[in-house]
């Protein structure tokens, strides 16, 4: 296992310079990923990484809600470290959100629940109507 002394460590500076086809570099979670030759192969087509090359990426890569396995396969992208000195200059990310995306719980939560809801608020102020 490698030292954590053996921890190669980029500036913002250097990162920023990543931002381009030829060279397109990112960072998550303070560690800093080589995406270049991932581009073509992304899922989300390589627009996205090319939106972020170049600079903290920590946030839309938990907002998209990565697989287990797209968080394992990430890690052989991974060159280093952003210089502690470095890290208060970007967004502190936030504790890690990981969700599996789940599209039947989704369903219920966004669709089912409310639509049911109404159904039943509907037959209520029915029902109370009719009383009168």
């Known amino acids: 296992m490698a030292d954590q002394n ?7 500076e250097e990162i920023h310079k990543h931002n381009n086809s030829k060279s397109t570099w990112i960072i998550i979670h303070h560690k800093v990923f080589d995406v270049t030759k991932f581009l073509e192969e992304h899922p989300g087509g390589e627009e996205v990484l090319r939106e972020q090359a170049g600079g903290d990426a920590t946030e839309t890569f938990e907002d998209i809600g990565h697989s ?13 470290e952003l210089h502690p000195d470095d890290r208060s200059k970007i967004k ?10 789940d599209s039947e719980s989704s369903l219920w939560s966004n669709w089912i ?3 049911i809801s109404a159904v039943i608020v509907a037959l209520m102020y ?6 009168e």
Not at 6 to 12: G, R, W
Not at 71 to 80: A, D, L, P, T, W
Not at 96 to 101: E, K, L, R, V
């Open 126 to 131: 029915r029902f109370y109507m009719s009383e």
């Open 113 to 115: 629940i409310p639509a």
């Open 68 to 80: 287990t396995d797209a968080r394992n396969m990430s890690k052989e992208f991974v060159i280093g």
């Open 92 to 101: 502190k990310p936030g504790d890690t959100f990981i969700t599996t995306s």
């Open 6 to 12: 053996d921890v190669k460590y980029y500036t913002l």
